[in-house]
């Protein structure tokens, strides 16, 4: 099982994957799952590739959830072995991908494969959903799916996804949810004239400044046992014309929640609409949703992969919430549990992205034991 899955994780490292494009890393994992009797629906919006494959019509349907796209690789004259040449040095695979998030899927899969010849008539049913578009714009993957299945009536009972959650060692941590991320754009609109006659006009800045001082000064909420409390903070602030004596017409400010579930999107909006209102600022406001938070507290899900982790490595996992957005904030709407668990995330999106040869085994068990906790046992 460890050379394969070695042997798989190399094969997608070498396509260079850079998002949206899957450059046949799809072609290759279906290879494997439509022989072990997947259905297997490839589907394209604008230039990402999406992959639904399902085994088996009843219940419960245990889903793995990744992306073939990659980041950018930076200076190649910087990388000590070319990107998407997949080199072991010294126990260390390298190449673009390694962590984030090639060797999830080659694992996802040949965790499956096993499975599956252990057990061809497993109880259940068993799913994957990859994408080409996580590390870009996420438009057109992963929330485009699940809207197709949502509009087929098709939900999940379990999904991981397999981004690489561990800190030091593989098994050191799962992550359970993640906080959601709000954007608001805000626009304060002033009357441009001349510093020397202020009468005359309306400084855009003075007038934000005492609602920005509270908008920084607010405690958003406590946040509760999984969640750290919700943040906010100010991206960019533009203003003025570069003159020193010309008092600017607008100032252009750019925001960010990252929020727990403990506030919901349209209570910090109400509460920052609130404190401009109060403080006279005139302004336009525009928000955007980069992704609404999600939990699995314990249950079935975490209970069942968390003693895999223990029984491959041994390891009392930790639960965690930190970390940006991943696609599980869509997943979250058709799936009530979902969790995050791949390899050691050191290296991932930095020069000289690798993973430890070591890890791909254990890894590539856990899976497998993951479906049998969850299906068998």
């Not at 400084?203 to 919700?230: K, M, Q």
């Not at 209970?303 to 490595?313: D, G, N, P, R």
């Not at 549990?337 to 890894?363: D, Q, S």
Request: include cysteine; hydrophobic fraction near 35%.
């Amino acid at each position: 099982m460890t050379q394969d899955t070695l042997a798989l994780t190399q094969q997608l490292i070498a396509r260079p994957s850079v998002s949206p494009q899957d450059e046949g890393c799809l072609d290759l994992l279906i290879d494997i799952l439509e022989p072990l009797g997947f259905l297997c629906e490839k589907i394209q919006h604008n230039d990402t590739l999406n992959l639904w494959a399902r085994r088996g019509t009843t219940r419960p349907l245990v889903c793995f959830a990744g992306h073939t796209d990659v980041v950018p690789t930076g200076p190649k004259d910087q990388w000590l072995s070319d990107p998407f040449t997949p080199t072991i040095r010294e126990g260390w695979l390298y190449g673009r991908g390694a962590a984030d998030m090639k060797t999830s899927l080659a694992a996802f899969v040949m965790a499956i494969k096993t499975f599956v010849l252990q057990h061809p008539n497993h109880p259940g049913s068993l799913a994957v959903l990859f994408t080409s578009d996580e590390e870009g714009p996420a438009l057109d993957g992963t929330v485009r799916l699940v809207d197709m299945l949502s509009k087929r009536g098709e939900t999940l009972d379990y999904c991981v996804v397999g981004e690489p959650t561990c800190v030091k060692k593989l098994g050191d941590m799962i992550k359970n949810g993640r906080r959601g991320s709000l954007t608001g754009v805000l626009t304060v609109k002033g009357i441009q004239g001349h510093v020397a006659y202020p009468d005359m006009a309306r400084n855009p800045i003075h007038e934000v400044a005492p609602a920005l001082a509270e908008l920084a000064a607010t405690p958003w909420d406590r946040g509760n046992e999984y969640f750290p409390p919700t943040t906010w903070q100010i991206s960019n602030f533009n203003s003025g014309t570069g003159a020193n004596n010309v008092i600017p017409g607008e100032a252009h400010i750019r925001f960010n929640f990252r929020h727990s579930t403990a506030s919901s999107t349209e209570s910090l909006q109400t509460r920052v609409i609130n404190i401009l209102d109060r403080h006279g600022v005139h302004y336009d406001l525009d928000w955007r949703i980069d992704g609404r938070p999600f939990l699995t507290p314990r249950g079935k899900l975490v209970e069942a992969l968390s003693k895999a982790i223990y029984s491959v490595t041994g390891i009392e996992t930790e639960l965690s919430t930190t970390g940006g957005t991943s696609d599980g904030r869509f997943i979250a709407d058709i799936c009530p549990e979902v969790v995050e668990f791949g390899p050691t995330n050191a290296t991932i999106h930095k020069l000289n992205e690798c993973i430890g040869v070591a890890e791909i085994e254990p890894l590539t068990a856990i899976y497998c034991q993951l479906l049998q906790n969850l299906l068998i046992s």
